[in-house]
T-cell receptor, first 113, second 110 residues
Framework: SQTIHQWPATLVQPVGSPLSLECTVE??????LYWYRQAAGRGLQLLFY??????ISSEVPQNLSASRPQDRQFILSSKKLLLSDSGFYLC????????????FGPGTRLTVT | DAKTTQPPSMDCAEGRAANLPCNHS???????VYWYRQIHSQGPQYIIH???NNETNEMASLIITEDRKSSTLILPHATLRDTAVYYC???????????FGTGTRLQVFP
């Protein structure tokens, strides 16, 4: 069966520090991968999605970036965190068929201080 | 922007059916209705989706009106573990984007 992992589960970082969040998927190949952010009390906002290695689409301009160095690995990064980057970050995957549902990871709760 | 409108909150007694409404009056012919739920501090969980016909699975039933402008998610026998935020999402076939709104917070009480 397929599983999705995210780490770390929680993170507290000072303003201006770098960020690296990792997501990996097991049990499937060539998945579509997604990064979402959920601010406190808000809905989920799609940040990036990828349909293949090295292929990244950005949905919202921001100081975050994403990379997909391997088929089942998706990384969210920042060179300098802002206070507004605090939130709950979720990685998700789906199959490549148009109707496939998305499966979400456990999330990373980031607090920028 | 989300293309759906949902009530912000609802209550339901344990063991009773929970009926969660969703309006999607601008839905187009190739757009599906998806439902997800998010239990506190967890990632969203897929529940069900449909295009025109009513759908049922082990978790819930989805009733879509004939004009497709609204739908209802039915949890037939709500339990305390069904307490969550429920999101109704309109998704164009063959696109990978899910646009989440603010959802309905369902509280199941004993």
């Amino acid at each position: 069966s397929q599983t999705i992992h995210q780490w770390p589960a929680t993170l507290v970082q000072p303003v201006g520090s770098p960020l690296s969040l990792e997501c990996t998927v097991e049990g499937t190949s060539n998945p579509n991968l997604y990064w979402y952010r959920q601010a406190a009390g808000r809905g989920l906002q799609l940040l990036f999605y990828s349909v293949g290695i090295g292929q990244i689409s950005s949905e919202v301009p921001q100081n975050l970036s994403a990379s997909r160095p391997q088929d089942r690995q998706f990384i969210l990064s920042s060179k300098k965190l802002l206070l507004s980057d605090s939130g709950f970050y979720l990685c998700a995957w789906s199959g490549s068929a148009g109707e496939d549902e998305q499966y979400f990871g456990p999330g990373t709760r980031l607090t920028v201080t | 922007d989300a293309k759906t409108t949902q009530p912000p909150s609802m209550d339901c007694a344990e063991g009773r059916a929970a009926n969660l409404p969703c309006n999607h009056s601008t839905i187009s012919g190739n757009e599906y209705v998806y439902w997800y739920r998010q239990i506190h501090s967890q990632g969203p969980q897929y529940i069900i989706h449909g295009l025109k016909n009513n759908e049922t699975n082990e978790m819930a039933s989805l009733i879509i009106t004939e004009d497709r402008k609204s739908s209802t998610l039915i949890l037939p026998h709500a339990t305390l573990r069904d307490t969550a935020v429920y999101y109704c999402i309109v998704r164009f076939y063959n696109t990978d984007k899910l646009i989440f709104g603010t959802g309905t917070r369902l509280q199941v009480f004993p």
